[in-house]
């Protein structure tokens, strides 16, 4: 008797750096990935030395290496939905950009800065190009509060300048924008915005400082999503539900800050 072959579970690209102490970037991604659901690829764009008190080196790929990795994996195999991160340098900004415009489908844009440390991840000179050419491909682009101030110069100081803040972004070309008020005080509430529709999500803070890997979690939540068929508004909702939970469990790793536990709902055994 034969059997049917097992279906392929939906297709999700991260475009990131690796993080060698395996609580952000590809290594985050990846975890979230199998965590929601979905079968998680990867173009690596940069290399850190990393741990939990910081990031003390990086290396990003020559850009035919990046451009090698993506033709690789879309010829071939194909997406869902896809997922960048950390792009470090103009010259990648742009590798990726001009796939991204060709892609039909959805892009989850985390417009990666600094690390939680506070450590660089991107050349000063690369900002203009995720600006310009980067955003415009993103169906759902995430920054937090330090992101959208040195992507369009407004700094917001309580949650009220949230909107403002998303149509500043949305100028820039995504669909979507999804503001992260987690620094702000008080109540942690995060604004999506397309240019009409307003939702805002709201999570309990944990009192814990593990937290490391929360930004590249959420867009590959994001990303896990849609992949699976969600519209933007449920997919980000579903999304802040799995990232809260995995900040509430995140550990204690090293001398520094843990990350947050991409298997918590495996190891509470609720999925």
Known sequence: MTQNSPQAPPLVLTIAGSDSGGGAGIQADLKTMLALGTHGMSVIAAVTAQNSLGVQGYWELPPEAVRAQLDSVLSDIGVHAIKTGM???????????????????????????????GDSLLAADAVDAVRTVLLPTATVVTPNLWEVEQLTGVKVVDESQLREAAEAVLALGPRWALIKGGHLPGEAADLLFDGEHEHRFTAPRHDNRHTHGTGCTLASAIASQLALGDDVPTAVGKAKEYVTGAIAAGFPLGSGIGPVDHGWRHRAGTG
């Open 87 to 117: 792009l470090a340098s103009t010259a990648l900004v742009e590798t990726v950009a001009e796939v991204l415009a060709g892609a039909t489908a959805p892009v989850v844009v985390d417009p990666v800065g600094v690390s939680k440390h």
